[in-house]
């Protein structure tokens, strides 16, 4: 997949496309919906299929205070949207400049006249242009008048609630990883470098990882059963997340401990995926009560794997 970052670098030469617009975050099965749409669209018409996307999030630039933190870096969301079978991304960097565009001088300005579109797909909810004023119905009518179609994506239910990103992040904070797998179509993870920690994982018989995480943790603390992908390797495993209180720590820390694994890990890249969550995190009275009770939670996900 050919990425843009700008419209700047977007080829001015390129063929006349089908795009799909949306942030992405998280790439659930509403988004890939959307992106699917686009890449069959794209295939009848013989033309390439390209997603338009906003960097940072909108909301990190009209409100901050409220922004919600990431289901996906932006290189996730990446590989996430090229698993989809589009053929180019275009980033478009968001700043209170690109906000003040009126939504028409948006259709007329990027989708005709630097992405050539000649279909665009969006989701039922999707807003753009200044004061969020730019709606799949004003696309409808600008379509009519500027000689372009317009795909309107429904939205999606799982489990009888609508799929959305601000739905699994709600699921995700209740512990619900289960149940925000089955709204992205994949399991939640976090990724990043194992790092040196104090060792007593190792001491205690279970050694851990010590996973700095890409971006901040979305499920509650607590204990898990999780899928570790280590190169083109996964492994059971299980993951804390937590402040350590039976050593009286307080900062956060991801902790992995990889079932039946005894390599050295430092410095190599982790992925952990959430399967399901075993229970709270809790203080215990010593070393072998805490012992016992991490014996039980990697038989207990054994048993969930």
Sequence with gaps: MRISHGLDAFPSDAAPCVAALGTFDGVHLGHRAI????????????VPAVACTFDPNPMEV?????????ITTLAERLAL????????????????????????????DVLLGR???????????????????????????LSERLGFQVHVMPPLAVDGMPVSSSEIRATLWRGEVDR???????????????????????????????????????????????????GDATH??????????????????VEAHLIDFTEEL???????????????EMKFPGVAALCDQIARDVAAARRAL
């Excluded at 992106?35 to 013989?46: C, D, E, N």
Aim: aromatic share 6%.
């Design 180 to 230: 925000a797998a089955r709204f992205l179509g994949r399991l939640y993870s976090l990724g990043g470098p194992v790092v040196r920690g104090a060792g007593r994982g190792r001491s205690l018989g279970f050694p851990t990882a010590n996973l700095r995480p890409e971006r901040p943790p979305l499920v509650p603390t607590g204990v898990y059963a999780c899928q570790a992908k280590l």
């Design 81 to 108: 949207i090229a698993g989809t079978g589009i053929d180019a991304t275009a980033i478009l960097s968001f700043t209170p400049e690109v906000a003040a565009v009126e939504p028409e001088a948006f259709v007329k």
């Design 266 to 280: 430092y410095g190599r890249r982790l992925e952990v995926g959430f399967v399901r969550r075993l229970r709270d």
């Design 35 to 46: 992106l699917g749409t686009a890449v069959s669209r794209a295939r009848a018409l013989g």
């Design 62 to 70: 009209l409100r901050p205070e409220r922004a919600p933190l990431p």
């Design 115 to 141: 992405l050539r579109v000649r279909e665009v797909v969006v989701g039922f909810n999707h807003t753009f242009g200044r004061g969020a004023r730019g709606n799949a119905r004003l696309l409808e009518s």
């Design 236 to 253: 059971r495993a299980v993951v804390n997340i937590g402040v350590r209180p039976t050593f009286d720590e307080r900062e956060l820390a």
